[in-house]
C-alpha cells in the first residue's frame, strides 16, 4: 500500500457526461500528480500541483481540470466525455517538487469506461 | 519519435531465466533514470532509481544506464513466476515531470 487513495476505483459513465475523480496523497506529500494509462499510449503526464498550486501541465486537453484543496486532496475534473477517454487514471504524490527527483508514489488507480 | 522508447512485449520467458528489460531515449537533458513495476490491476511502484551512468544492484535487480548511448536496462536475475508485471522505465531532470516508457510486460512461467 503506497499510501495514497484514489475513488472511486471503478467509473462507468456515458459520452458528454462529466465526472470527478478523487485523490487523497500520502501523509506530509506536498505534491500531487495526475497521469492517464491507455493501451496505446502508455502512462501520460496530465498535471501537478504542489501545495495548492498549479505546477506542471502536460499533455491535458481542454475539457480536463484540476484542483488541490487547501488539506491537499485532489480533484480531477473530466468533461464532454469521449469514448477515447476510457483509460487507468492514477494519482501520484511526492514530498516535494520536481525541480530534483523526488520518488512519486501510485495511488491504485480509477479505471475510466466511456460509453 | 517519442522521448522514450520501449518495447511493449511481452517477454516470456521460464522461471530461473535472467531477463533484459531496455529503453533509449533521446532528450540529454535527462538526469535521472528510474524503473517501476505495475502488476495488473494496480498503480506502478518505483523498483529501481539511479542518477549516473553505471550499474545498481538491488538483490535480483540491477539498473544499468549508458548515458553516451542514451539507454537503459534492467536485469532480474532468477526470474520468478511473482517477477510477472509490467516493467516501466522512466527519466527526468531538473524541472522536467519523469517521462515514462510504454512499459514491458513480463510473463515468468513456472
Known amino acids: 500500500d503506497s499510501g495514497v487513495t484514489q475513488t472511486p476505483k471503478h467509473l462507468i459513465t456515458a459520452t458528454g457526461q462529466r465526472v470527478t475523480l478523487r485523490c487523497s496523497p500520502r501523509s506530509g506529500d506536498l505534491s500531487v500528480y495526475w497521469y492517464q494509462q491507455s493501451l496505446d499510449q502508455g502512462l501520460q503526464f496530465l498535471i501537478q500541483y504542489y501545495n495548492g498550486e498549479e505546477r506542471a501541465k502536460g499533455n491535458i486537453l481542454e475539457r480536463f481540470s484540476a484542483q488541490q484543496f487547501p488539506d491537499l486532496h485532489s480533484e480531477l475534473n473530466l468533461s464532454s466525455l469521449e469514448l477515447g477517454d476510457s483509460a487507468l487514471y492514477f494519482c501520484?504524490?511526492?514530498?516535494?517538487?520536481?525541480?530534483?527527483?523526488?520518488?512519486?508514489?501510485f495511488g491504485p488507480g480509477t479505471r475510466l469506461t466511456v460509453l | 519519435q517519442k522521448e522514450v522508447e520501449q518495447d511493449p512485449g511481452p517477454l516470456s520467458v521460464p522461471e530461473g531465466a535472467i531477463v533484459s528489460l531496455n529503453c533509449t531515449y533521446s532528450?540529454?537533458?535527462?538526469?535521472?533514470f528510474m524503473w517501476y513495476r505495475q502488476y495488473s490491476r494496480k498503480g506502478p511502484e518505483l523498483l529501481m532509481y539511479t542518477y549516473s551512468s553505471g550499474n545498481k544492484e538491488d538483490g535480483r535487480f540491477t539498473a544499468q544506464v549508458d548515458k553516451s548511448s542514451k539507454y537503459i536496462s534492467l536485469f532480474i536475475r532468477d526470474s520468478q513466476p511473482s517477477d510477472s508485471a509490467t516493467y516501466l522505465c522512466a527519466m527526468g531532470g531538473g524541472s522536467y515531470i519523469p517521462t515514462f516508457g510504454r512499459g514491458t510486460s513480463l510473463i515468468v512461467h513456472p
Open positions: 501520484a504524490s511526492s514530498v516535494g517538487n520536481s525541480g530534483s527527483y523526488n520518488e512519486q508514489f
Open positions: 532528450n540529454s537533458a535527462f538526469q535521472y
